[in-house]
């Protein structure tokens, strides 16, 4: 098998339009059965290396990078799981910062396909895996082949029945809680967190971010019920300070002078969640010193999250994709580029809150360009034109046929080195105007499997 055929058998067994999370309109009746069966089949390559699981609604993923970063610098070798990917299929799963090569991709299939027939045999009434949980085991079984000393994993949607949730890590972290997939996971932050919360192990440790009052309280009640340990943000540890100077306070360590790689404010808040997450690590006997945390946070990088793409015209790529994202990019634009005169360009997926999303945005633009990603889900570029001027009607709205073409009219306008372009609203869009500035390039057969 290569990796073309790799790929196609894994993008073929897409759930959610594409969204390769695990079926969430039959998770309540499979449950996490499936995605058990499987690695069972597999001998359990998830038992083999300890890890680190994250869920939540926003951060989980700069989170979960900064970790793994850290956790290479004090000199571990580190399998990071992430969704989604921006360029390849492959990125979602790296070891010690690289994504796995072709051909261990291939390979690896190539191993789990006679075991996903035989699951379809022996349960008919589950079918095969999706493709979401294929490359969860996908992931699992390399970073036990790695060998990986940790493994860091990411939730892909939800927690209590997203197939990474077979796992019982060393410690569970939950990022920051809001209303977001809520046609799937609930429409208030109690039911959300309910389902993010579900993560939670008995008699493993927990660290979550700072939560509203109702997020808090369901989480620390699903402690409670299991018997975990949860440390939350601002009632256990705080972190104060700025991107280039904070510190954190936890588990009876204070760790000073830390600088965070990634821009905005908002990135403090997620870099204090790693910290804590790392100390509780340490607290289990792991060996992270305070310098390994300074240098792991402060060299991440984590592409298309408030990413320079371009110095000359300034074009920033941030993959915002719900309401809460939108406020976070708006704030570090303003903090970040306070004298700039902002055009957006903006691709948003219909089943996100378009309206909300762009009344965020808006005040941050002087002019906003609507596009498509080549992403099925993308609203078209006309009704997000129309619904600018419903909800900004001063701003200069135009559309553009692709992400592309609106970088080409915005970039080639008379230079102005206080002019910032940004793309944001989907991971989708942030990926194609990364391959447009010649940072990346997608492969013409994944393009065509993601986007049929």
Known sequence: ??????????????????????????????????????????????????????????????????????????????????????????????????????????ALTGEIIPFNARLAEEHPEWGEATAFEVSTALAFLAFARAPVDVGVIEVGLGGRLDATNVIKPLLSVISSISLDHISILGDSLAEIAREKGGIIKSGRPVVSAEQRPEAASTLQQIADDVGSQLTLG????????????????????????????LAGQHQVGNAGLAVTALSGLAARGYAISDDAIRSGVANVTWPGRFEIANRSPLVIVDGAHNVDSCERLVEALAEE???HRVSLVVGIARDKDVEGMLRVLS?????????????????????????????????????????????????????DDRHLICVTGSLYAVGEAREALGLAQTADFEQELLYR
């Open 234 to 261: 601002e009632r256990d540890w705080s972190v104060t300070g700025t991107t280039r100077d904070f510190t954190v306070s936890a588990f009876n360590r204070q760790i000073d002078s830390l600088r965070c790689g």
């Open 337 to 339: 580029y306070p004298d």
């Open 1 to 106: 098998m290569n990796y073309r055929d790799a790929i196609t058998y894994v993008i073929e067994r897409s759930g959610y339009d594409k969204g390769f999370v695990a079926n969430p309109f039959d998770a309540e009746s499979v449950g996490l059965r499936r995605t058990e069966a499987l690695l069972q089949m597999l001998d359990f390559p998830d038992t083999r290396y300890p890890t680190v699981h994250i869920a939540g609604s926003k951060g989980k993923g700069s989170t979960a990078a900064m970790i793994d970063s850290a956790l290479r610098a004090a000199g571990y070798r580190v399998g990071l799981y992430t969704t989604p990917h921006l360029h390849t299929f492959r990125e979602r799963i790296q070891i010690n910062g690289e994504p796995i090569s072709e051909a261990t991709f291939a």
């Open 363 to 415: 005040p941050a633009a002087s002019r906003i360009i609507a596009t498509a990603s080549r992403s099925p889900r993308a609203t078209d570029p006309e009704s997000l034109v129309g619904l600018l001027g419903n909800v900004a009607p001063e701003v200069e709205a135009g559309s553009a046929q692709s992400v592309k073409d609106a970088l080409v009219h915005l970039m080639s306008g008379p230079e």
